[in-house]
DNA sequence: AGGGTGCCGGTAAACGTTTCCTGATCATCG
DNA sequence: CGATGATCAGGAAACGTTTACCGGCACCCT
């Protein structure tokens, strides 16, 4: 009963040689006899023996691990991420190991701390913060650091991340080019870079076609559902506006709530293409995040990061596309329940 | 620039005591000298020392992980419980590694594989097949396991899991009460368990209200949202049906967008209160997974298990919650684009 | 036939911890 | 004052691999 685990001794034992054989046959050794190397093979069938990976990392100086650290799990890229870094981590024999930071400097820092200890062989890091996150610790250490969606200030590291600001722009272009003037937006909080940059290039652009937008224009919520709701009834009290872009997924379907059942409405532009602005009626127009070839842009670098470490780190900015649906229609007929 | 990575004997000699005192130090024995403990902390401060995670684990004869294995990242449960593990784990000084098996139970085989041979402390498991998944690798290896969603025929461990029979009736009696006489349902292939015990529950619930329900009654899908539009156009096509029940959250999507913009459609009745439901027009009435009480629940029950192993593995079984809106109201007056 | 040259398998060290055991120091007690 | 015990730090073994190094053997060349 207090059987201990087998080991690559007891493989070696029983097929008579010795554990250097073993690690020999089972790392795919050219340099072992035929007859040596199936008696070794059916000993390890035979004992059912499982290197231990704990004693082959430490040996090899580093865990073949790829570690996937996001703020929270509702992060869009989160999953998206980890499905395509399994893909290639396996083709690497690496494993991935996940962390979430909760939007919380110390414990991306804690937890940096523990990737350390762990040796790692990647980062995959939806950082907290643009200023205030500090990847020092990681690249003193050598550990290649992929940023996804978002960059960090002053950091040499490898970063894939969507052009926001073209997506702004391009909201902008459309909404005008149907014939839009009053133009409004819903932003995140200032210092979130990623919806920052879709609002200023939003307006941006709609001045430089010689709109007019005012303060009032711009309007801002925390991310979640709720506070798109609040910030668009608010924008319809003021009844000025004859289009809305709003620059996060979840503030969109709060938007959409606010919006839905009302006669007159402004324009709805989203952003992602989530399952529910092509069911709803009218379908919602958005600006879509390639959130998978982002995903897989950035796992393809970190692996390319880990074989080639010492290559010059590079930026990747991928384009937004526009799905255009019923909601920005320059007439759609209104309809309700 | 070859620099090693500092070690416990670079803090030993930094603090002038031996390796062992530093290891009490930072494993927070008591026994060790006031004096002599301050130096040392002084000393990791100074070197920047970080415990290397391997040597610990290889000695201490086990990694602190746990493991969250799911067939795919789509399946709704695989953030919640990788977030809600993640809180148990960080108590209890655990890291959380993924995989995904893709529904192919090879690769399931060869996770388990992995598993095993990286001595994690803990499972979960969202299986690939109720019959054919063989979790004797991890059992026999004292792994605890927990099953989530699915259980496994024959498997002595703990589940957590929603009560799907019961989800099938209550959405039966529901449509019954609001006096829908012709009922149809959508359940998944018929070797998964959980889409199957909602479809069985639900005919079953219609027969012992003394209602007919022949085989033209069941239609199947394979999960996805294609699957569920393609089968209700065809229910819609045979038109005898006046309420329609699917078993999983794409299928539901699918089946809306296939009901959207008709005229007397039967009432719809949907699984998972995914965000989509409550936007649309009419909102989708559903049948409400307690998947955060689940994965929570799990979650727990590993955490426990593997605090204590040799308790007699349980079962869980959480209810579904029903959430009316306006498809099965008895009259909802149609609208249309 | 003897020595050189490869080839291949084994021995042992090394990876970085933790922890058992021993030994030293000191206090207390007989 | 000596012996016993308690306390605490260090030496060294152990966890399970991989791999540098070495030695033996067979073969070939001179």
Redesign the pocket.
Known sequence: MAS?????????RAA?????????V??G?????????RRVQAAVQDTG????A???S????GASQIAVVAPDSENPYFMQIISEVERIARTQNHTVTVAHTEDDLGLERECFRQLL?RRVSGVLLVPVDSARTDLAPLIDAGIPVVLVDRAVDGAATDVVATDNLDAGRQAARHLHERGFRAPAVIAGPPTLRTTEDRATGFLATWRERGVEVGPEALLRGDLHVESGRVATEQLLADGIADCLYVTNNRMSAGAFEALRGRAQVPALFATDDDLWTRLVTPSVSVVHQPVRATSRAAARMLGQRIADPDEEPSTTLLRSKIIERDSTRPRGREEDG
Chains 1, 2 share one sequence.
């Open positions: 201990r685990r087998t080991t690559i001794l007891d493989v070696a008579g040689v010795s554990s250097a054989t073993v690690s020999r089972i790392n050794a050219t340099t072992v006899d035929k007859e040596l190397s023996y499982v290197p231990d704990l004693g082959r430490l040996r090899r100086g200890g």
